[in-house]
């Protein structure tokens, strides 16, 4: 079966990359975004996928938008069977998804309903779910509203952050897909309506989410930083200095402590919230570069009764 596959960011390298050996798709196009300036402005920087399409000697097209005719036509051209979108990062027109005679499918990092949109990943963590996997779904015109070919379930350790439950779902899509195309045709055609009644959505997150309120509750705490610590990250104030907190650990000690407040003993670090404590475990001063706490504390001389989260305008 001609399939083309679209994708951008590393979640979706594990599902291109199992598809290489897949004797059910003949991969003859790559899709991803177009290359963008990196964060520093000085060169050009590959997505993910880009980067495994060419190590792979895929054809690579990076079109900036598939409302275009041309690039439609383009596409036409390829003569795909179906179309495998996995975090692309475009909304697909009616024309594109009328392309393939099977359409397009997609690998969403959430059980569907719920946790529509771009960041399902997020929104488990900030909400603490004990639970969450993928879905594979049949593109429509709607924002993630296509029926469901396939989902696939994994609990969620208290301890795991973004990254660790990004790579643990994109492995999982990657084996969801190959169920899939073992027999893409019976699988779409034995798709089944999401219960829209019960969608909730996921929005854009912004900077601002980042800062630490210590006045909240520990678990909400912990949960914002396993969310959010890489992007767009978590931090706080400290000696009028913003401080980035990378990692942090749930403890039943130390509750009496006052939000934001901290307690050093030994090589650990304590901080008061507004019900419990959390444990610091890695921050990031400004303008240097991770640390451990133990590193920390002995760099900076970090003292008990010290507070996190006090800026002078």
């Given amino acids: 079966m001609r399939v083309v596959f679209m994708g951008t960011p590393q979640f979706a390298v594990p ?19 177009p290359d963008r300036v990196n964060r520093r402005g000085k ?32 596409l036409q051209e390829l003569a795909p069977e179906l179309l495998i979108v ?27 309903p719920k ?3 771009a960041a399902p990943i997020q929104y488990s963590l900030l909400n603490g779910d004990e639970t969450t996997g993928v879905t594979i779904m049949h593109l429509d015109e709607g924002m993630d509203t296509g029926d469901i070919i396939l989902q696939r379930s994994i609990d969620i350790p208290t301890d795991w952050e973004f990254n660790q439950l990004s790579g643990r779902l994109s492995t999982l899509g990657a084996k969801a897909l190959q169920e899939v195309l073992a027999d893409a045709d019976t699988a779409i055609s034995n798709a089944t309506q999401q219960a829209h009644d019960r969608a909730t959505y996921t929005g854009k997150i912004a900077k601002e989410w980042g800062r630490i309120h210590w006045s909240k509750n520990a678990r909400t705490i912990h949960n914002l930083v396993r969310a959010l610590h890489a992007n767009p990250g978590t931090y706080t104030f400290f000696r009028e200095k913003r401080l980035k907190i990378h990692q942090t650990a749930l403890t039943k000690t130390h509750a009496t402590l006052l939000p934001g407040e901290l307690l050093v003993d030994g090589t ?14 890695k921050v990031q001063p400004e303008s240097k570069r991770n640390m451990q706490t133990a590193e920390f504390i002995n760099g900076y001389q970090i003292k008990s009764g010290e507070v996190l989260g006090e800026q002078t305008d």
Avoid at 19 to 33: C, D, F, K, W
Avoid at 268 to 281: A, M, N, P, R, Y
């Fill in 115 to 117: 946790y529509r949109g």
């Fill in 268 to 281: 650990d670090i304590f901080v008061g919230t507004g019900e419990g404590s959390l444990q610091l475990l």
């Fill in 43 to 74: 060169k050009m920087s590959f997505s993910p996928v880009k980067e495994c399409a060419l190590a792979h000697d895929l054809p690579l097209y990076q079109p900036a938008t598939l409302r275009d005719a041309d690039a439609q036509k383009e």
């Fill in 86 to 112: 996995v975090a692309y990062g475009q909304i697909l027109p009616a024309k594109v998804l009328e392309i393939p005679r099977l359409g397009a499918i997609n690998v969403h990092a959430s059980l569907l």
């Fill in 15 to 33: 599902c291109l990359e199992s598809m290489l050996t897949n004797p059910n798709a003949e991969i003859v196009g790559v899709y991803t975004q």
